[in-house]
């Protein structure tokens, strides 16, 4: 089939995207509208020119043969095998293009149809995605903000072509912006010039809406005021940029151009997007600064209560020390003149500083446990329940009580707390069967690669609670005075186990014995 | 038995009568010189002060150190004993009210022959003095008046 040139000629014209008709010896016979625009010529200037004048100096020479080779076997094809392809703007620069080709046969002769697109919009558009991302992972990666915000000046300056940017943070009185980075403003003004934000200027709506905001011309677009400082400086452009934190508006990004300008929606979306992670990274800053804060604050709460711990060691022994160690004389010089209750009441008397002694003990012991560092190692509980349990029957070697220990149990943990645990569970054991004509005690586990279970049951007077758990706290005694203790043990087992980042729990039938269970995680070190 | 006196560097009144009455039911007849705090225990060491009538050559056969005391500490007054020519071989037993590892390794780190914490009730509290009294003053061989030269 044969165009009629006029015809094709006459459907070029009108069509919205560029196009362009080389004839065969390579001479432009037609450019419709939109490709003369992408080539900043007048049409009259080109038509008749060989095509190479569109083709930037180091791609012409070869130009001309692919043409010709073209020619001489032509399909339908994509110019450049789907390559990036530049052409030459009257301007001199280049502009890069996507080219379609086709050949036509016309009732004038053969040509070339080029369809052209500038896809210089998208290439930027992934330019400002790829530099945005950039900006993004670097701060992610800097340990605090410090510099970012000079660096994002000088990034959105550079990307932008603009020859203003300043980084602002709001003030305390959330009524002016102080500089903190920027870029083309006098250094002088960087950290001082406050921008005012009580009256209506650009940076005062988007600092109070929290949006951004782009002005093509300050005198034509927007009823917006604008500082003196902009206006000395030929200010005509304005952008501004929010910078959010997680509650609130913390700063703004101002850009500034002394051209009118459209800012293009990736232009936009690039600000925006430093905007945003500016934002993150002070946002992350202040919660760590939150952090730092309080832990210095637990670390100074922590050394009242140790240094309360040691004057309760020292200070409150002392006094106790005078009661127990005066009604002591006094019973054994005066202890004939005084009648049965006087000396009864000084038998109290020293019986009770004894226990308020141990009770002090006790609770110094407990604090102890709670502030000793956990130095791990794997341990061997069954051995080490074994040396209690031989221990404990040292103490007490008429008792007959039968215990059986599971080997070959293992755990990590901290050797010496773990023995504690171990001495008070095996201890309590021993206890509370003491009224057992045949007392037994067992102690094992299991493992299952995440965490090891361990447990020390007996056959002894067991306990009833509604509350297994208030068995754990400090003081808590179930049993009253049949039976001896602080009611500190089970407190320091459960301690020392939750330092260990473990769980304790226990069963009961009051009268047939109990099961104390305390599981164990791997080490987290 | 060594029949040198005591030096107890104490501020407690109670403990010191305690102390005395303690030595006194072991049976250990030894004189006591008690100092109340730190400074004064210092110038006792030195023969300053108070004490610049003291001989240095005249040494406590044991001395019985308070590690909480006022003006200086337990700790400073021991580096004192172990710094001072005359009284540097002393046996020097710190009586504590604490068992905290950083004061007992102050004490043994400061020279400190032996450290017994102060029992709360008085039958092992007098048990501990009597140990201490016996240990240090009979049993112990305390170093020579006069070193060879």
Not at chain 1, 376 to 381: A, C, E, K, Q, Y
Not at chain 1, 464 to 480: A, C, I, K, N, V
Request: aromatic residues 6%.
């Amino acid at each position: 089939m044969r165009w009629d040139y006029e015809e094709l000629r006459l459907v070029t014209e009108a069509a919205p995207f560029a196009i362009l008709l080389v004839d065969a010896s390579g001479r432009i016979a037609s450019i419709n509208p939109p490709c003369a625009q992408i080539f900043g010529y007048d049409r009259a200037e080109v038509i008749g020119e060989p095509v190479e004048m569109l083709v930037p100096p180091a791609s012409r020479g070869a130009h001309r043969p692919l043409r010709e080779g073209y020619l001489a076997a032509p399909t339908a094809r994509a110019m450049g095998g789907g390559r990036d392809v530049f052409g030459l703007r009257k301007d001199a620069r280049e502009v890069p293009l996507e080219v379609g080709l086709r050949p036509l046969a016309t009732s004038s002769g053969d040509f070339v149809l080029a369809a052209l697109l500038d896809v210089s919009p998208r290439r930027r558009a992934e330019e400002l995605r790829r530099l945005g991302a950039e900006f993004g992972q670097h701060a992610l990666a800097v340990p605090h903000i410090g510099g970012l915000k000079q660096e994002a000046a000088d990034l959105i300056a550079r990307v932008l072509n603009v020859p203003f940017v300043a980084i602002c943070s709001l003030a305390p009185d959330e009524k002016s912006l102080v500089i903190e980075a920027g870029f083309g403003w006098p250094r002088a003004r960087l950290g001082n010039l406050a921008v005012d934000l009580t009256d209506n200027s650009q940076a005062a709506y988007s600092v109070r809406t929290g949006q951004p905001k782009f002005v093509e011309h300050i005198d034509v677009d927007y009823p917006f005021h604008y500082s003196d400082a902009m206006r000395d400086h030929q200010v005509v452009c304005s952008a501004t940029a929010p910078i959010r934190g997680r509650d609130s508006t913390v700063g703004l990004i101002m850009v500034d151009d002394v051209e009118q300008r459209a800012f293009s929606a990736d232009d936009a979306v690039f600000l925006t997007g430093v905007a945003t992670i500016i934002g993150m990274v002070i946002d992350r800053d202040r919660s760590e600064d939150r952090i730092a804060q309080l832990t210095a604050e637990l670390q100074q709460r922590y050394d009242e209560l140790e240094s309360f711990s040691y004057s309760v060691a020292h200070d409150l022994r002392a006094p106790l020390r005078s009661v127990a160690g005066f009604a002591a004389a006094l019973r054994e010089d005066y202890g004939e003149s005084l009648d049965e209750t006087a000396n009864r009441y000084l038998g109290l008397i020293i019986g009770a500083a004894g226990q308020m002694g141990s009770l002090i003990d006790a609770l110094l012991s407990l604090a102890r446990v709670s502030r000793q560092e956990i130095s791990p190692s794997s341990v061997d509980l069954s051995a080490m329940a074994r040396a209690v349990v031989e221990e404990l029957r040292s103490v007490e070697p008429e008792r007959g009580a039968t215990i059986g220990i599971q080997p070959n149990l293992l755990v990590e943990g901290d050797t010496h707390l773990l023995r504690i645990v171990l001495y008070n569970l095996l201890g309590n054991a021993l206890k509370f069967t003491r009224g057992r004509d045949e007392a037994r005690i067992g102690f094992g586990g299991s493992s299952n690669g995440e965490e090891t279970v361990f447990w020390v049951e007996d056959n002894g007077v067991g306990f009833s609670t509604s509350y297994p758990q208030e068995l754990f706290t400090p003081f808590r005694r179930l049993h009253g005075s049949a039976f001896e203790g602080l009611g500190i043990g089970l407190a320091t087992v459960a301690r020392i186990v939750r330092r260990h980042g473990g769980r304790v729990w226990a069963e009961s039938e009051p009268g047939t014995g109990a099961k104390f269970y305390c599981a164990i995680g791997r080490s987290k070190s | 038995m060594n029949d040198g006196y005591i030096l107890l560097v104490e501020d407690r009144e109670d403990d010191i009568e305690l102390t005395r009455r303690a030595f006194a039911k072991a049976g250990i007849a030894n004189e006591i010189v008690v100092v109340r705090d730190g400074l004064e225990a210092v110038e006792f060491v030195q023969c300053a002060g108070r004490f610049a009538g003291r001989s240095p050559t005249d040494v406590p056969a044991l001395i019985l150190l308070d590690i909480k005391l006022p003006q200086l500490s337990g700790i400073q007054v021991l580096e004192n004993i172990r710094r001072q020519e005359s009284t540097k071989r002393v046996p020097v037993v710190m009586m504590t009210s604490s068992n905290e590892a950083r004061d007992l390794l102050s004490c043994y780190d400061g020279g400190a022959n032996s450290c017994v914490r102060k029992p709360v009730v008085f039958a092992d509290f007098a048990e501990a003095v009597r140990q201490v009294g016996e240990y240090w003053l009979s049993l112990n061989q305390a170093p020579p008046r006069t070193p060879p030269p």
